[in-house]
């Protein structure tokens, strides 16, 4: 795909078909990165071979691992037991997640380097990340902006911390837990919401130990420092966040029957399909089973008359990359769609409750921006428009979901950054009928 390109949805026949969703992006960094920490040989299935997880790859190796591919989605990572000092800047490109855990790893090993990105990771705030591992005795220096890339750490003799986020993260979490591995004394986290949990369950799978039990309002993580890792096989399941873009066209498309195979159903990550249910779709899951660690399952998504419903704000940390397809879907819903408790999603990797609600009104919806949500109001759904998608994938596939079941086509810009997360996307909704190019 050529850079800056466009990309049209149109609108056409009903969907339909089985599709294998893609590895997930969360698990693959972990992957990765807790290969590349570990003693020995972590051998991986099902990685995803996106441009985030491609970048992660990359400084893995420059840690010092050996990382190879076999062959699509089978790599073998071999750690020396710790990250070494690289001879280069780290470039995480568009990858939020890559660069915070990459941050946490490296804090914990006696190094000096720097961190950067692309325009749009330059934007995003890294002092969530540099704040607690200062506390845990870490170094920082900035170029300009002490929240923003390129930073320069300097790592090691860390000791553990007690921390409580305001604000359920889990790329927060999995960098303190990563850097407290190379900590001396106990790294003990606290969050408001369980969020996401891969980290904590991949370090068990590496040989690690960490202790979580829910206390008082939240949930607490504790974990020894001076734990070692040892390689182990990774079978990556696949995205439930990428496969929410095949499954909500079926649901919007008339006479669509559209099915996801091997989609992760970690509890931590579902919120979208059970907020989809709660609208009245129909969404069936056969063929759960245990993969991996994790419960995955294929999930068919068929034409559903949809209901808008107002999302429990405790529900956020499951689906916070999901309110756009969300939003999408909620445009040919009946009444209302609320999300609030979600001003994350102004620091992703793009404004995401801004981009949503301007794309969305260029294409005829009703929306209302507020500081820390957003509401629309099913209705007729025009498209005809070209949408400003700030580079940033989730903004550009939501809007040719909707391309497709709008009276219009859809177009967006920067359609290459699709591929940080779902390479294969253009081609797999082609094959479900979609006309999308
Ligand atoms: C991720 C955590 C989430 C999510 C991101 C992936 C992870 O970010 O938005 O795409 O893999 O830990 P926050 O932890 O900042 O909410």
Same mark, same amino acid.
């Not at 400084?59 to 990572?77: D, E, K, N, Y």
């Not at 990563?178 to 996401?196: C, K, M, Q, W």
């Not at 249910?277 to 969404?283: I, K, V």
């Given at each position: 795909?050529?850079?800056?390109?466009?990309?049209?949805?149109?609108?056409?026949?009903?969907?339909?078909?089985?599709?294998?969703?893609?590895?997930?992006?969360?698990?693959?960094?972990?992957?990765?990165?807790?290969?590349?920490?570990?003693?020995?040989?972590?051998?991986?299935?099902?990685?995803?071979?996106?441009?985030?997880?491609?970048?992660?790859?990359?400084?893995?190796?420059?840690?010092?691992?050996?990382?190879?591919?076999?062959?699509?989605?089978?790599?073998?990572?071999?750690?020396?037991?710790?990250?070494?000092?690289?001879?280069?800047?780290?470039?995480?490109?568009?990858?939020?997640?890559?660069?915070?855990?990459?941050?946490?790893?490296?804090?914990?090993?006696?190094?000096?380097?720097?961190?950067?990105?692309?325009?749009?990771?330059?934007?995003?705030?890294?002092?969530?990340?540099?704040?607690?591992?200062?506390?845990?005795?870490?170094?920082?220096?900035?170029?300009?902006?002490?929240?923003?890339?390129?930073?320069?750490?300097?790592?090691?003799?860390?000791?553990?911390?007690?921390?409580?986020?305001?604000?359920?993260?889990?790329?927060?979490?999995?960098?303190?837990?990563?850097?407290?591995?190379?900590?001396?004394?106990?790294?003990?986290?606290?969050?408001?919401?369980?969020?996401?949990?891969?980290?904590?369950?991949?370090?068990?799978?590496?040989?690690?130990?960490?202790?979580?039990?829910?206390?008082?309002?939240?949930?607490?993580?504790?974990?020894?420092?001076?734990?070692?890792?040892?390689?182990?096989?990774?079978?990556?399941?696949?995205?439930?966040?990428?496969?929410?873009?095949?499954?909500?066209?079926?649901?919007?498309?008339?006479?669509?029957?559209?099915?996801?195979?091997?989609?992760?159903?970690?509890?931590?990550?579902?919120?979208?399909?059970? =907020?989809?249910? %709660?609208?009245?779709?129909? +969404?069936? #899951? /056969?063929?759960?089973?245990?993969? &991996? *660690?994790? !419960?995955?399952?294929?999930?068919?998504?068929?034409?559903?008359?949809?209901?808008?419903?107002?999302?429990?704000?405790?529900?956020?940390?499951?689906?916070?990359?999901?309110?756009?397809?969300?939003?999408?879907?909620?445009?040919?819903?009946?009444?209302?769609?609320?999300?609030?408790?979600?001003?994350?999603?102004?620091?992703?990797?793009?404004?995401?409750?801004?981009?949503?609600?301007?794309?969305?009104?260029?294409?005829?919806? =009703?929306?209302? %921006?507020?500081?820390?949500? +957003?509401? #629309? /109001?099913?209705?007729?759904?025009? &498209? *005809?428009? !070209?949408?400003?998608?700030?580079?940033?994938?989730?903004?550009?596939?939501?809007?040719?979901?909707?391309?497709?079941?709008?009276?219009?086509?859809?177009?967006?810009?920067?359609?290459?950054?699709?591929?940080?997360?779902?390479?294969?996307?253009?081609?797999?909704?082609?094959?479900?009928?979609?006309?999308?190019?």
């Amino acid at each position: 795909m050529a850079a800056a390109s466009l990309l049209t949805a149109r609108p056409g026949a009903a969907l339909s078909g089985t599709v294998t969703a893609p590895g997930d992006k969360s698990v693959s960094h972990r992957a990765l990165i807790l290969g590349g920490m570990a003693e020995g040989v972590t051998e991986i299935e099902g990685l995803l071979e996106g441009e985030d997880i491609l970048a992660t790859a990359r400084a893995v190796a420059a840690f010092g691992a050996r990382v190879a591919r076999l062959g699509p989605g089978q790599w073998i990572v071999t750690g020396q037991g710790g990250f070494r000092q690289p001879d280069s800047v780290i470039d995480c490109g568009n990858a939020g997640t890559g660069v915070r855990l990459l941050i946490g790893a490296a804090a914990g090993y006696p190094v000096t380097v720097t961190f950067d990105g692309d325009a749009s990771l330059r934007k995003r705030p890294m002092k969530r990340i540099t704040g607690p591992l200062t506390g845990m005795g870490a170094r920082f220096e900035w170029q300009d902006d002490p929240d923003r890339l390129p930073l320069r750490l300097t790592g090691g003799k860390l000791k553990g911390l007690t921390f409580t986020q305001a604000v359920a993260s889990a790329q927060v979490k999995s960098a303190l837990l990563l850097a407290g591995l190379n900590a001396s004394g106990d790294t003990d986290i606290t969050e408001p919401e369980r969020s996401r949990d891969h980290t904590e369950r991949m370090l068990r799978a590496f040989g690690a130990a960490v202790r979580v039990r829910e206390e008082g309002q939240g949930w607490r993580m504790r974990l020894a420092g001076g734990q070692r890792l040892s390689g182990t096989p990774v079978s990556v399941p696949g995205d439930p966040s990428s496969a929410a873009f095949p499954l909500a066209a079926g649901l919007i498309v008339p006479g669509s029957a559209v099915t996801v195979e091997n989609v992760m159903l970690n509890p931590l990550r579902t919120g979208l399909f059970d =907020t989809w249910r %709660e609208m009245g779709a129909d +969404l069936e #899951v /056969t063929n759960r089973r245990e993969s &991996g *660690g994790e !419960t995955v399952g294929d999930i068919t998504a068929r034409y559903s008359s949809l209901t808008g419903v107002v999302v429990p704000e405790a529900r956020a940390a499951s689906m916070i990359d999901e309110y756009p397809i969300l939003a999408a879907t909620a445009a040919f819903a009946s009444g209302r769609t609320v999300m609030r408790g979600i001003g994350e999603m102004r620091v992703k990797e793009s404004d995401r409750i801004a981009l949503m609600a301007r794309g969305l009104m260029a294409c005829g919806v =009703t929306v209302e %921006e507020e500081p820390e949500g +957003l509401i #629309v /109001t099913g209705g007729p759904v025009q &498209g *005809g428009a !070209t949408i400003e998608t700030a580079h940033d994938h989730r903004i550009a596939m939501s809007h040719l979901v909707l391309g497709l079941a709008a009276a219009r086509p859809v177009t967006v810009r920067d359609a290459e950054m699709i591929a940080t997360s779902f390479p294969g996307f253009v081609a797999l909704m082609q094959g479900l009928g979609a006309d999308i190019g």
